[in-house]
T-cell receptor, first 116, second 113 residues
Framework: KAGVTQTPRYLIKTRGQQVTLSCSPISGHRSVSWYQQTPGQGLQFLFEYFSETQRNKGNFPGRFSGRQFSNSRSEMNVSTLELGDSALYLC???????????????FGPGTRLTVL | AQSVAQPEDQVNVAEGNPLTVKCTYS??????LFWYVQYPNRGLQFLLKYITGDNLVKGSYGFEAEFNKSQTSFHLKKPSALVSDSALYFCAVPPRGTYKYIFGTGTRLKVLA
């Protein structure tokens, strides 16, 4: 089975621009989560989608948004980029059934975003 | 507030020696607990989880973890460390009724040859 794929792997943007990151989950997985990883803040949860519905959202400003398509693929968008948005953005997929994260998540390799 | 703590930023151990990476948690109710490992320039990989049942959980690559409810801990262990175990290790807790992880700050394990 193919793993979680994320595109692009690397991005360089300037302040004020917007960016869209893409994630393709493992076949059959309906839950997709996004995390931001930085040296200072560690791993921070952004949002989680299941069957095109956002079930959870982290404490990030409204500039961060996401969506999930009917084939479970997901995108996240960051508008009006700031220097502090530079980070590794990780996508994770899981089966997603049930009322909590009982099933482990499978992470993609991440998209490294650099904001200049 | 619900939280996860990994008190050690880095753990150094000699190859062949046992290793322990510590994790304590503070969540309401009975917790689900996970360990993940991150190798350089890669995403996280699942190692093991505790949902219910035996307090000693066995996982991938010879790792195991012991759930201790009274001490609210879930320490990761391996009887004999390998140089290839050198990586960043994260403890994670998904609070009940949510669909997200709360991650610890990570512990960098360095196994010395």
């Amino acid at each position: 089975k193919a793993g979680v794929t994320q595109t692009p792997r690397y991005l360089i943007k300037t302040r004020g621009q917007q960016v869209t990151l893409s994630c393709s989950p493992i076949s059959g997985h309906r839950s997709v989560s996004w995390y931001q990883q930085t040296p200072g803040q560690g791993l921070q949860f952004l949002f989680e989608y299941f069957s095109e519905t956002q079930r959870n959202k982290g404490n990030f400003p409204g500039r961060f948004s996401g969506r999930q398509f009917s084939n479970s693929r997901s995108e996240m968008n960051v508008s009006t980029l700031e220097l502090g948005d530079s980070a590794l953005y990780l996508c994770a997929s899981s089966l997603g059934a049930g009322t909590s994260l009982v099933n482990e998540q499978f992470f993609g390799p991440g998209t490294r975003l650099t904001v200049l | 507030a619900q939280s996860v703590a990994q008190p050690e930023d880095q753990v150094n151990v000699a190859e062949g020696n046992p290793l322990t990476v510590k994790c304590t948690y503070s969540v309401s109710g009975n917790p689900y607990l996970f360990w993940y490992v991150q190798y350089p320039n890669r995403g996280l990989q699942f190692l093991l989880k505790y949902i219910t049942g035996d307090n000693l959980v066995k996982g991938s690559y010879g790792f195991e973890a012991e759930f201790n409810k009274s001490q609210t801990s879930f320490h990761l262990k391996k009887p004999s460390a390998l140089v290839s175990d050198s990586a960043l290790y994260f403890c994670a807790v998904p609070p009940r009724g949510t669909y997200k992880y709360i991650f610890g700050t990570g512990t960098r394990l360095k196994v010395l040859a």
